[in-house]
Every structure is written in C-alpha cells, then in structure tokens.
C-alpha cells in the first residue's frame, strides 16, 4: 500500500493522535497555553513526520477529514483538562490551507464549541503566513467569521512569507509566531537577530503577541529576553508531550 492509502485508513483506525507543546512567558517561563500537533503511527509505516504526511493529507484533500478530526480532539481534550484544572487551558491547532478556505469550516468550530465546554478564547487558529497571501478579500472575511466565534488567531511561520505588511493592520490577528529558521540563529547571526528584533517591533507597534519558535538554548532565550519578545515554544523548555503530561507541566509553571 502507498503511503496515501495508509493515510486515508489512519483515521478509522485510530492511528493519529495529537500532542501539545507548552508555550511559555519570556520572562517568567510561566506556561500559557499549548500547541496541538499531530502525530501519525502505522504498523507498517511506523512513525511519519506531518513534515511528510501532511503534505499528502493537502494535495489529497484528506486534511479535510483529517483537519475536521484534530479540532475536535483538541476540544474534547480541553473540555477534560477544564474539569480537572483550576484554570482553563489554551490550546492553538493549526489550519492547512485547504482547511481553511473549507465551506464548513465554521460550522465545524462552531459545532465543536457548542459540544465542548472550552474556555472562552481559549481555542487559537494557526494560519501559515504564506495561506493569507492569496484572495486577500476572501480571506480577510473568513477571518472575521473565525473572530466572530470568539477564536483567536496567530499567524504561524512569519517572516517567510514575503506577505504585505499592511494586511496586518487588517487582518483581526491576536499573534505573530516567529519562524524557528529565524531563531535558530540567534546569538551567532546578526542578520537573524535584526530579522526577530523588527518582527518583535512590528508586533508591539501593531499591539500583537509575538511567539518565537523552536528556542533550544539559553543563549536564544537571552537574546529574546533582551528584546522583550512575549513568548517562547522550544525544546529548552518542553518538546511536545502527550496529553495526559499536559497537568503536570500547568503545575510546573508559575
Ligand atoms: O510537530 P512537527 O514539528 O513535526 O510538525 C511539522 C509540521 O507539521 C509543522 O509545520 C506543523 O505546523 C505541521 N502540523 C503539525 N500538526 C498539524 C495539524 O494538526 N494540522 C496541520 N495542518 N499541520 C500540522
Ligand atoms: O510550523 P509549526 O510551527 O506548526 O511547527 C511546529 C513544529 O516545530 C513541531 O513539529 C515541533 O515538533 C517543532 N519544534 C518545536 N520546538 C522545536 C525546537 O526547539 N527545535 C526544533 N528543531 N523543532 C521544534
Ligand atoms: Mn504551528
Ligand atoms: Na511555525
């Protein structure tokens, strides 16, 4: 069997599951919220990066199905952290393209809000920058709709984009997520720094959230510090962990 013919049964067959990755204050390391992401494990296949099926699941149109699934898990999972919680938890999913241009998009969050008791603003959408760059009037409107459900929304990979500047002052964004290519390099590359520092500026000038990705040492952490970005996902702090770590690392906070 191909690897798309695995892919179409994953789901029936209970092989995808998701995981979360806390995202954590600069400052304090107090963690704020998490991102779901999904994980694939076949008997045959073995584990597949999404860097690899979720590419397929796009060009297939399996990320509908697929997409439709992750966000109600995530909700379901919410809804079960909350009775056992004090405080509700943020959970961000991420949006494929096709997801998010999808018709039924909204009745799905919708749908899955009113099933699961979910925190009010506590669901995020992760919307790649590169999927705002095209049909600007369609996608401004469908951002809107998703604000409308009390949904916040982030953009996910900035920087790599080459998107207009101005669209930002329009779109109903709460978040910029640095791409982790930019850090990476923070502390060796002084162009990386001048890259993160601006979209740190952009975002404080524009009164939004700035996430930096894929932070793996002290020293990356400091210049962030320095910079007074908001907040940090990394390895430093956390890989992605399974749901049932999630309390533990609520506790670990503060
Ligand atoms: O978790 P990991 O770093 O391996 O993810 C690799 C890529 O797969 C990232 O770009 C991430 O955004 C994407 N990804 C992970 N989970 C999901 C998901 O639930 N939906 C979509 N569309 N992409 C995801
Ligand atoms: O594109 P997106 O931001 O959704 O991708 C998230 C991906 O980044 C996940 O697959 C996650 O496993 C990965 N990731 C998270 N933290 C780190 C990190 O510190 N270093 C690296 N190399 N990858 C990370
Ligand atoms: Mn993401
Ligand atoms: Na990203």
């Not at 397929?56 to 909350?82: D, N």
């Not at 916040?152 to 998107?163: H, N, R």
């Amino acid at each position: 069997l191909t690897v798309e013919a695995h892919l179409r049964r994953a789901l029936e067959r209970g092989e995808l599951r998701l995981v979360y990755q806390p995202k954590v204050t600069v400052r304090e390391q107090r963690v704020v919220g998490f991102e779901a992401l999904l994980r694939w494990t076949n008997p045959e296949l073995g584990t597949v990066s999404p860097l690899d099926f979720v590419p397929i699941a796009e060009r297939t149109g399996l990320i509908l199905p697929i997409g439709s699934w992750v966000l109600e898990q995530a909700c379901r999972q919410m809804e079960q952290w909350t009775s056992r919680l004090v405080r509700p938890v943020k959970v961000a999913v991420n949006l494929s393209p096709r997801q998010f241009h999808q018709k039924s998009l909204i009745d799905t969050i919708r749908r899955c809000l009113a099933q699961y008791r979910v925190g009010e603003g506590c669901l995020e959408l992760e919307i790649t920058e590169t999927a705002l760059m095209s049909r600007e009037h369609e996608v401004d409107r469908r951002l809107h709709e998703i604000r409308e459900l009390g949904v916040e929304l982030a953009i996910d990979d900035f920087g790599t984009g080459y998107s207009s500047l101005a669209y930002l002052q329009r779109f109903p964004v709460s978040r910029l997520k640095v791409d982790r290519a930019f850090v990476r390099d923070l502390g060796r590359d002084e162009d990386s720094a001048a890259i993160v520092l601006s979209i740190v500026n952009l975002a404080r000038g524009l009164k939004l959230q700035v996430v930096a990705e894929g932070v793996e040492t002290e020293s990356q952490l400091a210049v962030l510090r320095e910079m007074a970005c908001d907040e940090y996902q990394g390895f430093l702090f956390s890989k992605p962990v399974e749901a049932d770590e999630v309390p533990a690392l609520l506790a670990r906070a503060g």
